[in-house]
T-cell receptor
């Protein structure tokens, strides 16, 4: 139980284009999901908290107009990187909150974004 | 604001020997997590520690929590090559957010 999927697992896009990443909780409903970014050999940095049916909450320094988050259902949150640039190349990981479970947060397998 | 520090950042291990990774955190945290990450992969949950004195063990890994010292440790017994990975600790902060330590990259050599 408590499986989280992400799609795509990797994506290459050209500078200036937009890319959408999906995060799904497969066997539970998640009112809250989180988006993280991880640069090579670094830790995970929380970008934003995605709440079903309401606006996402962004961490300080994260551009909300660049990283659009939509949590339209209890099992799906999407992150759209708009006008991507090479510095947006990173590993993006989502997690979904299952508050009644021991671990509370379950992580997706990640999406590697490369912007050329 | 919760801050989490891990040390060491890199640990070169010899097979068969014992090692410890330390995780200090700055303010009260509801729970403390340990994760493993293999290269190019996402996080694998190892342990969640809920209370002072909690100890969890799985195979060669044992995690403990001292809430008074705001310290958690991950102890590796008789290291084997399969344990080579990056290990992260994380504390739960306000808003159910997780704050991660910087990670400890473990390399087990024969």
């Amino acid at each position: 139980g408590a499986v989280v999927s992400q799609h795509p697992s990797w994506v290459i896009c050209k500078s200036g284009t937009s890319v959408k990443i999906e995060c799904r909780s497969l066997d539970f409903q998640a009112t809250t999901m989180f988006w993280y970014r991880q640069f090579p050999k670094q830790s995970l940095m929380l970008m934003a908290t995605s709440n079903e049916g309401s606006k996402a909450t962004y961490e300080q320094g994260v551009e909300k107009d660049k990283f659009l988050i939509n949590h339209a259902s209890l099992t799906l949150s999407t992150l759209t990187v708009t006008s991507a640039h090479p510095e947006d190349s990173s590993f993006y990981i989502c997690s979904a909150r299952a508050p009644l479970s021991v671990y509370e947060q379950y992580f997706g397998p990640g999406t590697r974004l490369t912007v050329t | 604001e919760l801050k989490v520090e891990q040390n060491p950042l890199f640990l070169s291990m010899q097979e068969g020997k014992n090692y410890t990774i330390y995780c200090n955190y700055s303010t009260t945290s509801d729970r403390l997590y340990w994760y493993r990450q293999d290269p190019g992969k996402s996080l694998e949950s190892l342990f969640v520690l809920l209370s002072n004195g909690a100890v969890k063990q799985e195979g060669r890994l044992m995690a403990s929590l001292d809430t008074k010292a705001r310290l958690s440790t991950l102890h590796i017994t008789a290291a084997v090559h399969d344990l080579s990975a990056t290990y992260f600790c994380a504390g739960k902060a306000a808003g159910n957010k997780l704050t991660f330590g910087g990670g400890t990259r473990v390399l087990v050599k024969p």
